[in-house]
């Protein structure tokens, strides 16, 4: 039997599944728009539809038809089964009968079970389709079709036997070329004497010869048992945003969960993962019906709670407090819907990780990581499949990262198999390797196809073998040989998405002004609070909710359409600073109390002098005075009309409230000495001189007490390249763009704004073809720091904006601020790995420092860093084109900051120059000031939250030590708790502590504490 009729039998036998077709029609149909999440708004009346209608891709087509179930619907317990096969070409959506959905439809889903009590009956259909790409759509086809259940199974152990003997086997080796030519001479026997003309029961006889024959030979095949394990997990990659809006992805779920109910109905043995509790909340809103449905399911544990994170989280731009939330409230989700949760951070499309992320695993009860993005590598091959990953502060967790064909969106299939099994770099030691198949990214899930493969490769030799089972049975069993698994330490780099750090600016500036406007109120409505006031938690609980949406993988990093940007994120960020503005609103008004002083909260966990501006109509007041007297450097300025009050709020106390009070009086004279020449401007006071050149870079700084030029070449230097255009143009960047820099893109203009006892401001005009960029750059009598206040008009194409700093320093290590710690990187390139990292993140800052000196750049709002031996890169802007096609152009601000210190970063404190420059103030009128109810007395620990708990049982402090020490501080309270008790970062208790005024704690380094305290 030769190879071509070997593939037409297979063909024949798979054709003559399908036994009986019934067509039906009469289907009327309506174009709608999608104007919201389920409301749907009729374009036309209703029109008649069949496979002639050419149906719209820009709109969603909402069908409906009377039909008459058949007489007699077989269930499948006679070996037939009865289907509506239904099929909108290039469509996806659901199908709902009388009003229920029933079933997701798309391009491998054309199937859909029928209920045998509907045998008989009329009943409506209505399909809900929309577009999955611009491309002609058609009914293609809807009628009723009964399958022969036997036949099927036949047709696909034999597809699984002739593909396996197809697979292209590039090794060579001679015991794979032996067992596929075993397979092969199995199918061959098997077809051998089959009659593949006859019909009916002569047929089917035929098949159950031909299926036995098959799986004796199959069985009787010796493939010397060295084979390994995969672990085949259901489950559906559904991304929140990324060519479609979040509405979308609402009905998405219908889709998706639709059909996986379906499943397990017909294969009482099928199991699926569910990652993200958002998706499950939009079912609970949206579709209740199939909501309970979902919960039988999670009860019965088939449908699995397999991720912490209430979305699949970006990893890299978030802070460690957004990393704590996801999971804090994603496990709650867990807990109170269902009664239970689950121990994996399940993030495969992630585009890196934080170094510290272990011990935010470790401390949520999180003991497994489950990825697949690292393997999408530029250059270096990263080396392992199961591995544990250890975080700066020493926490580690069992890791799986498999190298797969079809990535997190796997098919069992013979080929895919064979795929992971060759990229296991481990082969030999660590032989068991998890695959999670069904359709994604945009959700639909495993198929009945993709089942019964799934059976049918169960011990099929030449290929691992495979269990159909769980994520967390997998974790479990890796999990007891964890001690024999390689370490790999600090952070998880992918090679490509380097980008991200800075596409769709606004999504990310947005983002961190949410956090630390999020964090403020809460340490607010703390004090509110304890003063006898009952805050409203639940408003910032939702907006705490929608913060975790928006960092979705492909949001948050820019990844998506113009929509999800200029709708989603714009109508969810007004939202989220809505609420959090009525919240503050609330608890200023019952702190500050009456009276016309000038009310000042300090947000940080530390004393603060720093500049406070207020909008002031009295033209009289000129000055202020602190509650001392103490008259204080301030200017009054005229901006967009309006008139301003600035003065440095000095001495703020920690987590509390100082009253300043505005005086009609001269304001303290002073100001720094400037020399303006041909060449620039250049400032000097009492620490430092300062020298600007015509296009606003810094040519000289120079540190009178440490008697050092800090500046190596012209720092302040704004650079423009060409970048890209390219097929992954919001993801990557690549290395080639420093070949392609834009000679003198800008013509400059530098001057004086201000001079005063407050500050000094240079205000500098650059003008480019595309791009004009208007900074203040302001330095300040009682810092070294410099802030650069940068106004930029972006229309670039193709570009990205840089800034540079080059310091005379000499370093082999960079020190950049990541989520709760700080990690260090070489200066200089040695290694393939470490030139691959070109670009990395960093949070607040980025530092050089030598043993007593060193220069960090401070930021607002950017995340994407360079360094080059002793520059210091940071880039501002990139003007890319897909997804979104208007990418970052538009109008933004832009905050950084160069600060030169003595001593090391730790010495000079940078992790609180981040802070300040990143916490404003909380001004208002009012008259009473407070001290925190809390203190923290040691320079390594940062108090980063303050909260009510989540179950309203008394506050949460969570606090972190952010030097890379060992030591030992001390809580001081203004009054001595009813009770403390620490717990993990899901405030869960671990150990009581007796209360007292002064608590001592013994630290370590980057370690975070969380403690519930009850007053």
Known sequence: MNLQMVNTILVRVEAKKLVSRMDFGGWQWHPADFSDECEYTHLSEAMPLDENTVLPYDKT??????????????????AFRDYLFLRFGGM??????????????????????????????????????????????????????????ATEALGCAMRLAWDFYNLDNDRGENDSRILREKVLASLREAMLGMDVDAEGDAFRQECARAAEILQRRMAEIDDGNIRGHISLVGHTHIDVAWLWQLKDTVR?????????????EEFPDFEFACSQMQLLDYTKTHYPELYEQLKLRIAEGRFELAGTMWVESDCNVVSGESLVRQILYGVRFMESEFGRRNEIAWLPDTFGFQPNLPQILKKTGTRFFYSNKIHWQGQNRFPYTSFRWRGIDGSEVTASIPRTANFYNGCPEPSQLRFAQDMNLQAGREDEIILPFGHGDGGGGPTREMILQARGLADFPGLPRTRTESAAAFFE??????????????????????????????????????????????????????????????????????????????????????????????????????????FTADAVGSLAGEGEGIWVYNALGFDRTAPVEIHCADES????????????????????????????AADVPALGAAVFTPVAEPAPAGGMQIAENADGITVENDHFIAAFDGLGRLCRYYDKAAA??????????????????????????????????????????????????????LRLQLTGERCAILQDIVLRPDTARIDFVTHVDWQELHKVLRVYFPCRLNTPYVALEEGFGTYMRPTVA?????????????????????????????????????????????????????????????EHDITYAFYPHAGDWRAADVVRQGLDLNTPFVTAKGARSFTAPVRCESRNLVIDTLKAAEDGDGFILRLYECHGNHGRGE????????????????????????????????????EIRTFRIRF
Request: with cysteine; aromatic share 10%; proline share 4%.
């Open 477 to 582: 069993r890796l999990e007891q040989r964890r001690d024999t698994l390689p370490v790999w330490y600090g952070d998880l780099y992918i090679e490509t998405h380097r980008g991200t750090l800075t596409t769709m600016g606004e999504c990310k500036k947005n983002n961190r002004r949410a956090e630390v406007a999020y964090q403020t109120a809460e340490k607010l409505g703390v004090a509110a609070a304890l003063a006898g006031v009952s805050p409203d938690w639940s408003a910032l609980a939702e907006g705490w909710k929608e913060i975790l949406t928006l960092q979705f993988h492909d949001i948050l990093p820019g990844s998506s359409i113009n929509e999800v940007y200029t709708r989603d994120c714009r109508k969810g960020y007004e939202r989220i600073f809505r609420r959090c503005a009525a």
């Open 830 to 890: 040695s290694t393939s790995f470490e030139k691959s990292r070109f670009e990395f993140c960093a949070h607040r800052f980025a530092d050089l420092s030598e043993g007593d000196y060193g220069a960090a750049l401070l930021n607002d709002c950017k995340y994407g860093h360079d360094v080059d031996g002793n520059t210091l890169g940071l880039t501002l802007l990139r003007a890319t084109t897909h997804p979104s096609t208007i990418g970052d152009r538009g």
């Open 92 to 149: 996806e959506g659901y199908v709902t009968v009388d009003g229920e959905i029933w079933h997701g439809h798309d391009g491998c889903r054309d199937r859909i079970p029928l209920k045998k009590e509907w045998a008989g009956q009329t009943k409506k259909l209505e399909v809900v389709a929309f577009t999955r790409g611009k491309v002609r759509h058609f009914l293609e086809y809807s009628y009723f079709g009964r399958v022969d259940l």
């Open 252 to 264: 998405k779920c219908a889709h998706t969960f639709s059909n996986v109910l379906r499943l397990m």
């Open 61 to 78: 087509v909402l069908a409906e038809c009377e039909v008459t179930f058949p007489a007699e619907i077989a269930d499948g317990e006679d």
């Open 971 to 1006: 809580l001081i309270f203004d009054r001595v708790p009813r009770s403390i008790a620490e717990t993990d970062l899901l405030e869960a208790p671990e150990r009581e502590i007796h209360p007292a005024a002064r608590i001592v704690l013994e630290y370590a380094p980057y």
């Open 621 to 648: 007041i000129t000055a202020v005075r602190s509650a001392d007297g103490k008259l204080l450097p301030a200017a009054v300025t005229l901006r967009d009309g309006c008139r301003k009050l600035c003065f440095l």
């Open 708 to 761: 050092r030029e800090i500046i190596d070449a012209p720092a302040n230097e704004l650079r423009l390249f060409r970048d890209g255009p390219q097929r992954e143009d919001a993801w990557n960047i690549y290395p080639e763009y420093r070949d392609r820099e834009i000679e003198s893109p800008f013509r400059g203009e530098i001057s004086v704004l201000e001079n005063n006892a407050l500050r000094t401001i």
